[in-house]
């Protein structure tokens, strides 16, 4: 059960901000709090990550991205007020009212998720042979991958019945092992492009991109909320969460998840080879592998019927996830070819 802070403490807290509580609501992991001078949020966050995230918030400020939810500082000047070992931060309700179209919100998540990342871009020095180990640490866990499946499916066929879980891995062992050639395939093309390479782009990463955390005021600008995860990184690490949770579920082609993608990629367009990796990462089978490895490990203890709709679920999500890969591979090639055809014609 989730802590609702007594009133004494709110009290105490609200202090540093001259403000005084007339009536608190309990919201989730936060405290919606009314006051003489307008509705805030209590948030309360982890001490050892609130230095970061703080440090975060501020340089996307001072950079002039003013797209987060303000964080208010004290009368003393602190965006954080530590009391009884915990840390605590305020930040003005937001009444989330763009109700409209889901279409133009997700767009414009996207569009500010790429405003955030161009903003913040820099690059970063790399050490070429701690990328070099690393490529090969992923080849040899994708061969590896890749001789699992293969073994169970030739002990799988070498029965004169399969249980239904066998038969069920037998049959869509095709795309699991089609999923994982494309992944290294693109990932083998991402190491040739950048192996001199010496530099890597990052920025600041949101860490908990969603759609719940971007909310619209009374304008219909929308807002990030939730920083908290906020850190520096390949811009893949927002993306990827997303597009997993959003792939998941029935079979669908999803143009309109490519659109949202694509209106991303217009404002903060991926370089070639990042472009590889991150279809090499959102390609990769991996949550049907991990479920395959569970019900052979588990031997006696195995749930069949259980792990056959989760071996089902992780087949609609990869089909799914193949439909936009193919979609993006199709149109960064022939992107690629009207480039080179451009080129062409200018010489």
Known sequence: MREMLSLQRITSILKNYQLSPNYVEQMGKVQK?????GVFILKKIDPHHGIDFIKYVQTLYQK??????????????????LDNQELYYLMPWLPDENKGERTARQQQLFREL????????????????ERTRHFEKMIIDLDQ??????????????????????LTFVTYYHDFNQALSFSKKRLEEWYEATKEQEKVRVVVIHGKLSSEHFLFDERGYGYFINFEKAAIGPPT??????????????????????DWLYMYFKYFPFKEEEMKLFLSYIA???????TVERFFKDGNNRNELEAVQKLQKDYWNLKNTEYLVMRIDEIERQKKQQ?????RKEQ
Not at 33 to 37: A, E, G, L, N, Q
Not at 67 to 80: E, F, H, K, M, S
Not at 114 to 129: C, F, G, Q, W
């Open 114 to 129: 790429a405003r955030l990342h161009s903003i913040s871009v820099k690059d970063m020095t790399i050490n070429k042979e």
């Open 237 to 258: 690490h927002d993306l990827l969460p997303f597009l997993v949770k959003a792939l998941r579920g029935w079979p669908k082609q999803d143009e309109e998840l490519l």
């Open 145 to 166: 991958e890749e001789e699992f499946l293969l073994s169970l499916l030739e002990t799988c066929e070498r029965k004169v019945y399969m249980s239904p879980f066998e």
């Open 33 to 37: 709090i009314y006051t003489s001078k």
């Open 64 to 81: 002039g991205y003013n797209r987060i939810v303000p964080i208010y500082p004290t009368i003393d000047g602190r965006y954080a007020v």
């Open 339 to 343: 480039q080179e055809e451009a080129a």
């Open 284 to 290: 990769h089978p991996g949550a049907a592998i991990k």
